[in-house]
């Protein structure tokens, strides 16, 4: 357990819906992060969030957004949802604004 | 636009032997690499480090190496063990505002025979 909690783990839902994926860090991190791991790919950033605020972002795309709460919990809500979407998200947390990240086990979407 | 890049997409080794896994990067913005392992269903845990100021960090059967000049940085085990079999991810983080994001390559799949 690497203290990164994610949930849900597995994600089956339909093109065109909505879903919202949840993080929690390790007791302490203030800073999360959101990895894509597509078929055959290595992990593309996403997003940032260090205590509440957008640090930095990546590829992410218009219909993804994300948001980090007061209590440092994270949620990634992804809609209009496409095939190509279909893909481990990962969410990881460290202590600062940078330094070595945790992952958790990831949550596997499926779109059908 | 590929900024790390690992062009081995497999390694087999037997056990006990060393494993040398290889990582390429293009931007010079680069200032602290990573190494993570990944098992299957599980998220990637990290291994070893290195910061651009240095050329070799160990820990214990690890060993990374960075090659500033040739933007190129090795991870190596010994001896290999059975429980080594993974997926190895090298990262990169920039310098700069670029925070903690991690730029990935693709991955390298080890496998150790007994």
């Known amino acids: 357990d690497s203290g990164v909690t994610q949930t849900p783990k597995h994600l089956i839902t339909a093109t065109g819906q909505r879903v919202t994926l949840r993080c929690s860090p390790r007791?302490?991190?203030?800073?999360v992060y959101w990895y894509q791991q597509s078929l055959d790919q290595g992990l593309q950033f996403l997003i940032q969030y260090y205590n509440g605020e957008e640090r930095a972002k990546g590829n992410i795309l218009e219909r993804f957004s994300a948001q980090q709460f007061p209590d440092l919990h994270s949620e990634l809500n992804l809609s209009s949802l496409e095939l190509g979407d279909s893909a481990l998200y990962f969410c990881a947390s460290s202590p600062q604004d940078r330094g070595i990240s945790t992952f958790g086990s990831g949550t596997r979407l499926t779109v059908v | 636009d590929q900024q790390v890049k690992q062009n081995s997409p497999s390694l087999s080794v037997q056990e006990g032997r060393i494993s040398i896994l290889n990582c390429d990067y293009t931007n010079s913005m680069f200032d602290y690499f990573l190494w993570y392992k990944k098992y299957p269903a599980e998220g990637p845990t990290f291994l070893i480090s290195i910061s651009s100021i240095k050329d070799k960090n160990e820990d214990g059967r690890f060993t990374v190496f960075l090659n500033k000049s040739a933007k190129h940085l090795s991870l190596h085990i010994v001896p290999s063990q059975p429980g080594d079999s993974a997926v190895y991810f090298c990262a990169a983080r920039g310098g700069g505002t670029s925070y903690g994001k991690l730029t990935f390559g693709q991955g390298t799949i080890l496998t150790v025979h007994p």
């Open positions: 007791s302490g991190d203030l800073s």
